[in-house]
């Protein structure tokens, strides 16, 4: 029988891409989602991006290039870390802040604890976290005029394609989109950049999905427990009235459910941990945003369950991992086959000694 000194269960840290392919492909898609924003700022939503991605890559190269030359540039991690930031970001943030947020996200958050896969934190969020507390004011203001409930005038657009809908698909689930869902797809009043570039996110959410980036598994846990909370507790006044379409396509959600709460580096380490932290990161988001009235509270739950990694990674040394006599991890099935096999040799050398004694 297998001692305590075996691994339980199999780890979930690797994926199914390399590191600098996941990374470049992560850049591709959060620089589409940029570049559907600067289309209807003028290009502000560009100028945010290049000032965080030039201040990531810098900061990286002069941490790294001493040791490592330009490797540390070529796996993508700091461009990506950079691009992420910015879908935080109002788009009407001044670069600046995007500067040092991303400054901030390679120096403290990522080499202060030893570099990719060391930190506790994705750092995009820590950038994030820093700017939105060092300069709330600033932050505010880049966000006046936005809207957290849907367009009450909706587009010509919107109006068509819905009427297409309607007819073709709501009709017969006897049903009717509203006024405005279109709209979300594509915000024109200011906001963070996630938030004006949804349609772009949709399509990278299919890329992150089809070429296994992250385990999608875990993002549509993170939803199904996000909506499902959001329907009954969404609406402070009547439950069972929240509006989870709203929930999705705004406040941010797309990215911390596909690319925040399921960071490997950030989070736990097997199947049954990652399940209990995006339980809890989508609880957490539900409250901050509902009962807190913090339409990016995804953002608040996903650093809040980030700082508990920790924690939760201990206990799941205690319950799920520990080392075999020869100081490897292995899987209880490995060890019970071995342990079978030693039994069956020491066996065989007892019936051996048997029939020699016999002779």
């Not at 290039?65 to 910015?86: C, F, M, N, R």
């Not at 896969?117 to 995009?124: E, R, T, V, Y």
């Not at 006046?144 to 068509?160: C, E, H, I, K």
């Not at 963070?192 to 570039?197: K, L, P």
Request: aromatic share 10%.
């Amino acid at each position: 029988m297998a001692d305590r000194k075996t691994l339980k269960l199999n780890t979930q840290v690797n994926l199914a891409r390399p590191t600098a392919v996941r990374m470049w492909l992560v850049f591709s898609c959060a620089f589409l989602a940029v570049v559907q924003s600067a289309i209807g700022d003028s290009g502000a939503s560009l100028a945010v991006a290049i000032a965080a991605l030039v201040s990531a890559v810098l900061t990286e190269l002069l941490m790294t290039s001493t040791v490592h030359g330009l490797s540390k540039i070529q796996d993508g991690s700091a461009a990506a870390s950079a691009l992420v930031l910015t879908l935080l970001l109002p788009n009407y943030i001044h670069p600046v802040y995007a500067a040092l947020g991303a400054a901030f996200a390679m120096v403290v958050v990522k080499h202060s604890f030893g570099g990719l896969g060391s930190n506790w934190m994705n750092p995009a969020l820590g950038g994030w976290l820093f700017i939105r507390f060092s300069w709330p004011q600033a932050f505010a203001a880049a966000l006046d005029g936005s809207a957290d409930y849907l367009p009450q005038t909706a587009s010509a657009a919107d109006q068509v394609i819905r009427d297409f809908l309607n007819r073709a698909v709501f009709m017969f689930m006897g049903a009717e989109l509203p006024a405005g869902y279109i709209d979300l797809f594509s915000v024109q009043s200011p906001g963070i950049i996630a938030d004006r570039a949804v349609l772009a996110l949709v399509f990278a959410v299919a890329v992150i999905a089809a070429f296994e980036i992250s385990r999608s598994w875990l993002s549509l846990v993170y939803l199904a427990v996000f909506g499902f909370l959001i329907r009954m507790a969404g609406d402070p006044n009547v439950w069972w009235n929240g509006d989870v379409i709203l929930a999705f396509l705004s406040g941010g959600t797309l990215v911390a459910a596909f690319i925040l709460v399921v960071d490997p580096s950030s989070g736990a380490k097997s199947a049954p941990g990652n399940m209990v932290v995006v339980v809890i990161a989508a609880a957490l988001s539900m409250a901050f945003r509902v009962f807190a009235s913090a339409l990016y509270g995804c953002f608040f739950a996903v650093a809040l369950v980030n700082a508990l990694t920790p924690f939760l990674c201990k206990l799941e040394r205690r319950l799920l991992y520990s080392l075999n006599p020869a100081g490897n991890f292995t899987s209880i099935e490995n060890a019970v086959s071995a342990e079978s096999a030693v039994s069956k040799r020491a066996a065989v050398s007892k019936r051996g000694a048997a029939s020699r004694g016999g002779r």
